[in-house]
């Protein structure tokens, strides 16, 4: 148990709808992160923020937002849904300055 | 920008037998190296990491890497798999500080008895 949460762990809906992951920290942890991962793209780095503040983007659809609350979770909206939006969507997170990142159980999402 | 090629999509291999997994990276700044495992229907889990001293890194399970800077690879080793070990494997680099992941295609490692 990497101390990271992620709700829920499934997710099935139709496209066009719109979806919220959410991410929990572990204690401590300032930074957080969110990744893909899908058959065709692998595993692929969205968003990061940090204490709060959006730190740095990747490659994230304009569909797709995020934001960190003042209790560090974070939440990942996804809109507009497409069938290739289906994947498994990771969070990840690390203290303030730290080099590794602890990965939560995923949310597997399934557009139909 | 990074990459990183992990050059086996498959490595078969009986039990304990000793089994190396490959990774070469690509980067024009210094670098952490990050080996992670994902079991089937869970997420990944962080098995070593070099940061920066030793070359040789020890991680969890009995698996070790040793970075080589010439060469730019981090190859992952173990000298006796189990079947437990069957997982897909995941190779990963960030630049200095706290930054994304770049992750490459992974490597299934199937141990049969």
């Known amino acids: 148990d990497s101390g990271v949460t992620q709700t829920p762990k499934h997710l099935i809906t139709a496209t066009g709808q719109r979806v919220t992951l959410r991410c929990s920290p572990r204690?401590?942890?300032?930074?957080v992160y969110w990744y893909q991962q899908s058959l065709d793209q692998g595993l692929q780095f969205l968003i990061q923020?940090?204490?709060?503040?959006?730190?740095a983007k990747g490659n994230i659809l304009e569909r797709f937002s995020a934001q960190q609350f003042p209790d560090l979770h974070s939440e990942l909206n996804l809109s507009s849904l497409e069938l290739g939006d289906s994947a498994l969507y990771f969070c990840?997170?690390?203290?303030?300055?730290?080099?590794?990142?602890?990965f939560g159980p995923g949310t597997r999402l399934l557009v139909l | 920008a990074q990459s990183v090629t992990q050059l086996d999509s498959q490595v078969p291999v009986f039990e304990e037998a000793p089994v190396e997994l490959r990774c070469n990276y690509s980067?024009?700044?210094?670098?952490?190296l990050f080996w992670y495992v994902q079991y089937p229907n869970q997420g990944l889990q962080l098995l070593l990491k070099?940061?920066?001293?030793?070359?040789l890194v020890k991680g969890i399970n009995g698996f070790e890497a040793e970075f080589n800077k010439s060469q730019t690879s981090f190859h992952l080793r173990k000298p006796s798999v189990h079947i437990s070990d069957t997982a897909e494997y995941f190779c990963a680099v960030s630049s200095t500080g706290f930054q994304k992941l770049v992750f490459g295609t992974g490597t299934r490692l199937l141990v049969s008895p």
């Open positions: 990840a997170s690390s203290v303030q300055g730290g080099e590794t990142q602890y």
């Open positions: 070099y940061l920066s001293g030793s070359t």
């Open positions: 980067s024009s700044v210094s670098v952490y």
């Open positions: 204690s401590g942890d300032l930074s």
């Open positions: 923020y940090y204490n709060g503040e959006e730190r």
